[in-house]
Each structure stands twice: as structure tokens, then as C-alpha cells.
């Protein structure tokens, strides 16, 4: 069954400290993975888009990486902001053409405390 | 460029009600995309149009339904409304297609009482 699992669920940590958030899919085949961030009350903002072949991508002070042989994922966030507070979701796409799915995660809940 | 815009922003109907949603995409974009997001199950894929026509579905029952217009704004309905609807509902619209890089407006949030 192909399914996106993101951990931790939620994380507190204080500004201007690191983060890494995971994602672990069993979705198969395998085309890309994205992650975005969405503010409370607000609609998903891209963050990064990998593909099979890219195992790290920067964006800012957010970093994903991508191993696709362990079908892993983490995002690290740097220096966290208190505008880093939003929930992240990992999803994953099985192919590149307008017959594939997209698999959600669950998301990981961030707040970052002053 | 403008973004993807959605209105109405908030919503509140009675159960049993029907209700359409609308949703702008960003100019040139040809396909629009619909999800439902709750707390418990997270972004789920309702519908993709592309075009006018509906190129994907995702699993819900039939009381969900959409269109798109040759402008490329889409129109989503929900009929007979139940309080499980009540949720944050999200278009998104792309270039291509919603495998492909898609841009998310800001949601219509709909309460059934």
C-alpha cells in the first residue's frame, strides 16, 4: 500500500535552533517528493521539489534531502524563526505524467517559541 | 502575477444544504485541482480539471462534483451537506497538470452545523 508517514507528529523548539523533520513513503513507483509549508488557516507554499536523481535541496534556511534507495526524507530548518511556525507535509508523487498520485502526509506541526 | 484565489473565504451552511465554491487560478494556468483537508485525514485529492474536462477523481462519493470554465476558473459543489464536510477546502492550480508544480490559493473554510 503505498502511504507517506511523517514524524514527529509535533515539535516545539525555541528560536534560532535547528530542526529536521522526517518522511518515510512506500510509494512506488517513485517520480518526485515535495515538501511545503502551510501557515495556519492558509493554503500549502512549496518549499522543494526532488527527484529520484537529487538528494539534497536548499531553499533559504530549509534543506531537504532524499534517499531514495531507503525511501526516506528529512527537512532540516536552520537558525528556526517564529514565522517557521506551520505545519509541514511531505508528499510524494508515483509518476510524471497526469496519470500518476499524489500521497499526502500528515504533516508535522512546528512551533517555535521566543 | 496574481495568485490563486478562492472565494467565498468562510462558509456556513446547514446540513442537508448545497454549496459551490469557486476558484481562480493564476493566469495561463490550465489545470485546477481540489482537496479537502481536515484535522483527521489530512490533504485528501477530491478532483483535477484540466482544460474543461475532469481528468482525475479522487475516492469521494458523488455528492462532490465540479466544473471548469474556458476562462479556467472551476466551480466546486457539495449537495445534501453533511457535518463531516465541514472542512478546509483548497484548489490549486498548475501549468500541466497536478503532478507538476501546483500553486494553492488560500482555501475556503466550510463549517456544517
Known amino acids: 500500500k503505498n502511504q507517506v508517514e511523517q514524524s514527529p507528529q509535533s515539535l516545539i523548539i525555541l528560536e534560532g535552533k535547528n530542526c529536521t523533520l522526517q518522511?518515510?513513503?512506500?510509494?512506488?513507483?517513485?517520480?518526485?517528493l515535495r515538501w511545503y509549508k502551510q501557515d495556519t488557516g492558509r493554503g500549502p507554499v512549496s518549499l522543494t521539489i526532488?527527484?529520484?536523481?537529487?538528494n539534497t535541496k536548499s531553499n533559504g534556511r530549509y534543506t531537504a534531502t532524499l534517499d531514495a534507495d531507503t525511501k526516506q526524507s528529512s527537512l532540516h530548518i536552520t537558525a528556526s524563526q517564529l514565522s517557521d511556525s506551520a505545519s509541514y507535509i511531505c508528499?510524494?508523487?508515483?509518476?510524471?505524467?497526469?496519470?500518476?498520485?499524489?500521497?499526502f502526509g500528515r504533516g508535522t506541526q512546528l512551533t517555535v517559541w521566543p | 502575477k496574481a495568485g490563486v484565489t478562492q472565494t467565498p473565504r468562510y462558509l456556513i451552511k446547514t446540513r442537508g444544504q448545497q454549496v459551490t465554491l469557486s476558484c481562480s487560478p493564476i493566469?495561463?494556468?490550465?489545470?485546477v485541482s481540489w482537496y479537502q483537508q481536515t484535522p483527521g485525514q489530512g490533504l485528501q485529492f477530491l478532483f483535477e480539471y484540466f482544460s474543461e474536462t475532469q481528468r482525475n477523481k479522487g475516492n469521494f462519493p458523488g455528492r462532490f462534483s465540479g466544473r471548469q470554465f474556458s476562462n479556467s476558473r472551476s466551480e466546486m459543489n457539495v449537495s445534501t451537506l453533511e457535518l463531516g464536510d465541514s472542512a478546509l477546502y483548497l484548489c490549486?492550480?498548475?501549468?500541466?497538470?497536478?503532478?507538476?508544480?501546483?500553486?494553492f490559493g488560500p482555501g475556503t473554510r466550510l463549517t456544517v452545523t
Open positions: 508528499v510524494v508523487s508515483d509518476r510524471g505524467s497526469t496519470l500518476g498520485r499524489l500521497y
Open positions: 493566469s495561463g494556468h490550465r489545470s
Open positions: 518522511c518515510n513513503y512506500t510509494v512506488s513507483p517513485f517520480s518526485n
Open positions: 526532488m527527484t529520484f536523481s537529487e
Open positions: 490549486a492550480s498548475s501549468f500541466s497538470g497536478w503532478i507538476y508544480e501546483q500553486y
